[in-house]
């Protein structure tokens, strides 16, 4: 009788069903949690590898990832980091191991699950050739942008050559104005042809001859000035070459037969400007050229008279010398005129491997221009290990070029141009100028070089803005910086990105 009936068979079947359910839902927050530890584990596990394989960090990786573990309470489950150092590469690898006990699965002989996490990191320091371009004209007197660029320019330099990254990263320091001065040595083996010297006194613009690049035969009468006895000569202090407009089609060094040399003359009426400070007062300095307190000294205009910088702002070549680099930026003086096209031309060039030769000798004791360690550069295009930049910082667009008529007309000395139009004629406009600029921002950044480009548009709105984002890499690559502040956040993240740390695992 009892065999037939049914009553509470659906209750058993309905208990079984909602065991089961239970026993999946259980094995879901037993899955969940472990996941949970998992993150834990594994977050704490790329922080702790990132920040031990920094090449900026001074302490043994083994205490940087321990260190990690401590503060989040994981310590007990780190069981080995495992570094690999050089002087350019850090890589840090660690292993951990954790068990999740189950709150459910236990039910099923499952005690606990295994919390996988494994992490490294490394930062290498690959073959880097930069080219800093930075503009030295007269606007940059403005808003005190030029004391608000050098520690900007100082900062990047100091990040970029910090730790193992001096051995492998080289600088060439373009610093530009209505031209760029390739400096003396290259000069000469340009084939650049000077012009001759001539007697000239101090109040028409003469200099002491011991500082001139040319000398007068020593049976000829020089100049007279205050220096008692003093030979004076008509200034020849830069060494900036006359640049043909075929010399834009190509991403090497100029290779025309000869070079005239580049007249020493001022356009605007800038130069006879003195300091001042900010309440407007004349500024003096002594005879280191510091500002002094007591009002004693001599006055100084706020920029060297010239539309090629002179040779203490010549390129410098392939430095790994923060302290030479640093040294040259707080010393720049401003010129005349903004040639960005010339600085293009110098910093496409020196990436370019065709330059090895020149470098290979400037790198020789003799000349010692260039560490031993860089007479290979420029090195090839498209290497694995080799990575080339450009970062250009301009105040302004591209201005006309101008020149007199003669190249050592008796006024280029102490007497603009502007003031004598009958001796002023010009060399190429601002239209030819900015095509033969972006000619060679695309040479740059062909597929066949692949150079990077980063550009700055400093307190500069509209054109200049423009042709400074044509030439970046990406729209990610132009920056706009306005202040002390916004300047060197643009130096500072890109000097951060060239020294980018990457996570491998």
């Known amino acids: 009788m009892f065999t037939r009936e049914e009553d509470g068979v659906l209750t058993i079947f309905t208990m079984f069903l909602l065991l089961m359910m239970l ?12 996941e949970m530890r ?17 090449l900026d960090q001074t302490r043994p990786p083994q205490d940087v990832v321990e260190d990690y573990f401590d503060k989040t309470n994981l310590r007990e489950y780190l069981t080995s980091v495992d570094p690999d150092l050089t002087l350019t590469r850090r890589n840090v690898s660690a292993t951990p191991y954790m068990e999740s006990p189950t709150q459910f699965m236990r039910l099923l002989g499952v005690n606990s699950l295994p919390v996988p996490a494994s992490s490294a990191a490394v930062e290498e320091v690959p073959n880097v ?3 800093l371009v930075l503009d030295v004209s007269g606007s940059m007197r403005f808003s005190e942008r030029m004391d608000n660029l050098r520690p900007a320019a100082r900062n990047f330099v ?60 020593a049976s000829e009468t020089a100049g007279t000035g205050s220096v008692p006895g003093g030979r004076y000569v008509y200034p020849n202090v830069s060494s900036c070459m006359e640049i043909t407009t075929d010399d834009f089609l190509n991403v090497g060094l100029p290779d025309n037969t000869t070079y005239d040399q580049t007249a020493h003359f001022m356009n605007w009426t800038i130069a006879t400007e003195v300091v001042r400070d900010e309440f407007g007062d004349i500024v003096k ?7 002094t307190t007591d009002g004693t000294g001599k006055s100084r205009s706020v920029m060297n008279w010239g ?8 390129i410098i070549y392939a430095s790994n010398n923060a302290s030479v680099l640093n040294d040259r930026i707080s010393n720049m003086r401003m010129y005349d005129g903004t040639g960005t096209h010339y600085a293009m031309k110098w910093a496409v060039a020196l990436l370019d491997p065709d330059t090895q030769p020149h470098f290979e000798e400037m790198a020789k004791p003799a000349n010692n221009m260039v560490p031993e360690i860089f007479e290979d550069r420029p090195l090839p295009y498209n290497q694995t290990d080799t990575i080339k930049y450009i970062v250009l910082m301009t105040d302004g667009q591209i201005t006309e070029q101008v020149r007199p008529k003669q190249t050592m007309h008796i006024d280029n000395p102490d007497r603009e141009l502007t003031k004598r139009t009958n001796d002023r004629m010009q060399l190429t406009n601002s239209g030819t100028n900015v095509t033969n600029f972006k000619r060679l921002c695309d040479l740059a950044k062909a597929s066949s070089r692949n150079i990077v480009i980063y550009t700055i548009a400093f307190e500069a709105p509209g054109t200049p803005e423009e042709q400074m984002k044509y030439c970046a890499s990406s729209d990610s690559h132009f920056f706009r910086a306005s202040g002390k502040a ?5 130096f500072s993240t890109i000097a951060r990105q060239i020294n980018e740390l990457r996570l491998t695992q």
Request: proline letters at 5%; a negative charge; glycine letters at 8%.
């Open 23 to 34: 026993m999946v839902a259980g094995i879901g927050v037993d899955l969940m949690q472990n």
């Open 129 to 131: 050739e930069i080219s």
């Open 158 to 217: 100091d990040i970029v050559l910090l730790g193992g990254a001096v051995n492998t990263t080289s600088i060439n320091l373009i610093p530009y104005a209505g031209q760029t001065n390739p400096g003396p040595f290259m000069f000469s083996r340009l084939n650049g042809i000077r012009y001759p010297a001539l007697a000239l006194n101090e109040d028409k613009g003469g200099i002491l001859e011991m500082f001139n690049n040319t000398m007068l035969a």
């Open 486 to 490: 916004q300047i060197n956040a643009a």
């Open 38 to 54: 998992r993150t834990a584990l594994q977050n704490t596990m790329d922080r702790a590898v990132l920040a031990a394989a920094d």
């Open 285 to 291: 300095f002594d005879e280191n050229d510091e500002p």
């Open 307 to 314: 539309w090629c910088p002179h040779d203490k702002n010549s």
